[in-house]
């Protein structure tokens, strides 16, 4: 059941979490945005924001939106792994890389971390270090 309020920051990401749950990913990113603006720092409204504009293909606006959480909670594992997913995906390699091994610092040995660096690595021939993320 989704709660309607439009003056609760809570209330909208839950509308949003709906609708993103029956594929209606612009109406949720509008709720996401309407619970930005009223509770500007509302941590879950700025991490949905960005993964529904991962899903809809707005790469660019999705990493707004973390950079912006990223300065709320700067240690944050998930949002991080997002940062450098995203770069990821647009082929910005080398912050890709630097946010996988930022990430690292929080997460150490993570094997899928350690993974996608190995192969960031490999992709730019650069087989000592890719071989260091393997193993």
């Not at 920051?9 to 609708?19: D, E, H, M, T």
């Not at 940062?83 to 995906?89: D, V």
């Not at 997460?107 to 490999?122: E, H, I, K, M, Q």
Request: hydrophobic letters at 40%.
């Amino acid at each position: 059941m989704c709660i309607r309020d439009r003056y609760n920051a809570k209330a909208l990401v839950n509308r949003g979490n709906c609708l993103f749950m029956k594929n209606e990913f612009l109406r949720a990113k509008e709720q996401y945005l309407e619970a930005i603006g009223v509770e500007a720092d509302c941590v879950e409204a700025l991490y949905n924001l960005a993964y529904v504009n991962k899903k809809i293909n707005m790469f660019i606006e999705a990493l707004q939106a973390l950079e912006k959480l990223q300065t709320i909670i700067p240690s944050c594992p998930e949002s991080i792994f997002q940062i450098a997913s995203l770069h990821e995906i647009i082929g910005n390699v080398k912050q890709a890389m630097k946010w996988y091994q930022i990430l690292l610092t929080r997460v150490p040995s993570d094997p899928n971390t350690l993974a996608r660096l190995g192969n960031l690595y490999a992709r730019e021939e650069d087989e000592s270090q890719a071989l260091h993320y393997y193993t």
